[in-house]
């Protein structure tokens, strides 16, 4: 597609279950970025892919986060035994990976945990 | 958490009129990007300013850049009513990719 697509769009899950988000990003993109976004507030980073290498993983806020891009182009984000504070909107980004590149947002999947 | 912030938090203007927006950041930045996002959907980059550049334009929009100050302003000039969108400030570090965002400014444009 011509740009990067998430889904599901909107996901509710019950305290306690797991959860899978799924990034596509844009075709030949080497990179690949998780962001949370909370209501009213900035992006905040989660993670990040180089191919499927995942480089950095320091945003994640807990072990119960796990993300991964095994044939570096799709990503999933899993979240084991949600809780109530990961309602948000999961943001994924995915860039060609040389110098500047801007990132390419996708609509983000927007989770809340009842 | 937030390494930065972006004032005013939300900003009204009369349609026709010009709008700025401010960024400060702690660290020392490889390059500055602006982003802007529609309610409910993804952010969309607009322009982006080296660390070794002052001031860029792109249509609308001029971007500053003071990095003794660790600061950067967007101004949108003869705002639209679909310039309505919350803008957001995101930094690079040296060789790294990762961005760090503002906490971002709702505009909003009076028709």
Redesign the interface.
């Known amino acids: 597609g011509a740009g990067?697509s998430q889904s599901p769009r909107y996901k509710v899950a019950k305290r306690g279950q797991d959860v899978a988000l799924r990034c596509d990003p844009i075709s030949g993109h080497v990179?690949l970025?998780w962001?949370q976004q909370a209501l009213?507030?900035?992006?905040?980073?989660l993670t990040?892919f180089q191919n499927e290498a995942q480089l950095?993983k320091s945003g994640l806020p807990s072990d119960r986060f796990f993300a991964e891009r095994p044939e570096g182009s799709v990503s999933t984000l899993k979240i084991q035994r949600t809780q109530q504070e990961d309602s948000a909107v999961y943001?994924c980004?995915s860039?060609p990976?040389a110098g500047?590149?801007?990132?390419?947002?996708?609509?983000?999947t927007r989770l809340t945990v009842t | 958490s937030q390494q930065g912030e972006e004032d005013p938090q939300a900003l009204s203007i009369q349609e026709g009129e010009n709008a700025t927006m401010n960024c400060s950041y702690k660290t020392s930045i490889n390059n500055l990007q602006w982003y802007r996002q529609n309610s409910g959907r993804g952010l969309v980059h607009l322009i982006l300013i080296r660390s070794n550049e002052r001031e860029k334009h792109s249509g609308r929009l001029r971007v500053t850049l003071d990095t003794s100050k660790k600061s950067s302003s967007l101004l949108i000039t003869a705002s639209r009513a679909a310039d309505t969108a919350s803008y957001f400030c995101a930094w690079a570090n040296f060789g790294n990719e990762k961005l760090t965002f503002g906490t971002g400014t709702r505009l909003t444009i009076i028709p």
């Open positions: 990067v990179s970025f962001y009213g507030q900035g992006p905040e980073f990040y950095d943001l980004a860039s990976g500047d590149s801007p990132l390419h947002f996708g609509n983000g």
